[in-house]
């Protein structure tokens, strides 16, 4: 991988970037509703929404405050949260950590039960347990966050199992157990259709890998099959699966706002609720920038580690 490619890569999340951040705030200027009369309330006097108004920047032309906005956020600066009465960076701050922690988590989770089961079904190709990792595949990937989290909770949270929380937060630095308690059941709603997807794409591309020439010549050779499966296979397979992973970071994204919505997880998705349910635009401007900047560095990664884990692959 060339540095040319990595700064043309740069230089086109740059771009998208900037897209984004024209078309949220678009988006969030046509919402409907006046956050001033929001905060005010409806009882509030002609006078005193003007003046909030006025405060708060609301009242100049919309290409002046998309400006500054930019410039605020190139200097470090996301603005106040109309509602909060918080720095933004403060309030965003907080809960994509707490986000972070869930979904990284969730990631972690997946990569370590996905891989073995593709490995697994690719290895028993026709026989009953790749039938039964297929059958798990097709029903994880056809249900929604909201139905995976009810069964959860009824099975695991409900007052006659209460085995886990049914919702709440420990910060890990706290209680690192206290969290791992209360993260398990938001952790395995966002895993289960993840586990079903990528389990699916690395039996398809070991499968592949498996009937190989150089595979079979490997195995020719006398090296044992475990080693074959490691050094040779294992690798080019995960290629493929590394790309549909950092693909999958967007459902990840998607599916935690859900996820943290159900279990009372304060995070970047109750926080984006929450300031769309009060038009608090800076906080939606800026929550929505933080996740299009994550999507996209997810993505350049997946490319290094592509690169890195199949030798054959170069971008120019």
């Keep these: 991988m060339s540095l040319a490619y990595l700064l043309r890569r740069l230089g086109s999340i740059v771009l998208v970037l900037a897209i984004v951040t024209l078309a949220v705030f678009i988006l969030t200027a046509v919402l409907p509703g006046n956050a001033a009369l929001m905060i005010l309330g409806q009882n509030a006097s002609a006078d005193s929404l003007a003046a909030l ?3 708060l ?6 290409p002046v405050q998309y400006l500054s906005w930019v410039w605020g956020v190139l200097h470090g600066n996301l603005g106040m949260s109309l509602r909060l009465s918080l720095p933004v960076s403060q309030v965003v701050g907080e809960a994509f950590w707490n986000s972070l922690a869930l979904a990284v988590t969730a990631l972690v989770a997946v990569t370590a039960v996905a891989i073995p089961l593709g490995v697994v079904a690719a290895l028993a190709r026709g026989t009953v347990v790749d039938l039964l990792i297929g059958l798990f595949s097709y029903v994880g990937t056809s249900m929604p966050e909201f139905v995976t989290a009810t069964l959860l909770l009824v099975l695991f949270a409900s007052p006659g199992a ?3 929380p049914a919702g709440g937060f420990v910060a890990p630095g706290e209680n690192l157990l206290g969290f791992l308690d209360h993260a398990i059941l938001p952790a395995a709603t966002l895993g289960l259709i993840l586990v079903a997807h990528i389990s699916r794409q690395v039996r398809s591309e070991m499968s592949e890998v498996l009937s190989a020439d150089y595979i079979r010549a490997a195995r020719l050779k006398g ?6 499966i490691r050094r040779h296979a294992l690798p080019n397979a995960l290629a493929p699966a590394v790309a549909v992973i950092a693909l999958d970071v967007g459902y990840l994204l998607g599916g935690i706002i859900v996820v943290e919505e159900i279990f009372a997880w304060p995070g ?3 926080l984006l609720i929450y300031a769309l349910q009060n038009r608090d635009l800076p906080v939606i401007q800026a929550i929505t920038l933080l996740l299009a900047t994550v999507y996209a560095l997810t993505n350049l990664a997946a490319d290094i580690a592509i690169a890195i884990l199949d030798p054959r692959v170069r971008y120019a």
Excluded: K
């Excluded at 090296?223 to 074959?228: M, P």
């Design 53 to 55: 108004t006025a405060q």
């Design 57 to 62: 920047g609301l009242n100049r032309p919309l």
């Design 162 to 164: 209460q085995m886990l």
């Design 223 to 228: 090296l044992r099959e475990g080693r074959v």
């Design 268 to 270: 970047l998705g109750r």
